[in-house]
């Protein structure tokens, strides 16, 4: 399975960004597909995630509201629309493929990072006061 991510900048607080995640090879013993981050000297968190069908999304709850994972399933393609971002989203955004242990361990708000495989080679992503 390979990622390819796209779509980081820099922008300023309030300001929105959309990220893309294009996947291929052999995804079909997944569940969907999540986005996570990490900023310097940090652990790396779960953003957001969404089924392959389209029918089941989960965010963090520090981007509920702001933040709207969707999907091209034809295209195994996933997108992260990000609004009024703020300073503390600065982090590299990382996309990767959710395995059926990831989902269904996790909860709506959260999924772990540890049962995952296959990432994308992140994108950065920079929000200025």
């Known amino acids: 399975v390979q990622l390819q991510a796209s779509g980081g900048g820099l922008v300023q607080a309030g300001g929105y960004l959309r990220l893309s995640c294009a996947a291929s090879g052999r995804t079909f013993s997944s569940v969907g597909m999540g986005w996570y981050r990490q900023d310097t000297g940090k652990e790396r968190e779960f953003v957001a995630a969404i089924s392959w069908s389209g029918t089941t999304t989960r965010y963090a709850d520090s981007v509920k509201g702001r933040f709207t994972i969707s999907g091209d399933n034809a295209k195994k393609t996933v997108y992260l629309r990000m609004n009024s971002l703020k300073p503390e989203d600065t982090a590299v955004y990382y996309c990767?493929?959710?395995?059926?242990?990831?989902?269904?361990?996790?909860?709506?708000?959260?999924?772990?990072?540890?049962?995952?495989?296959?990432w994308g080679e992140g994108t950065q992503v920079t929000v200025s006061s």
């Open positions: 990767a493929v959710v395995p059926p242990s990831t989902w269904y361990s996790g909860s709506p708000t959260a999924l772990s990072d540890a049962g995952i495989h296959y």
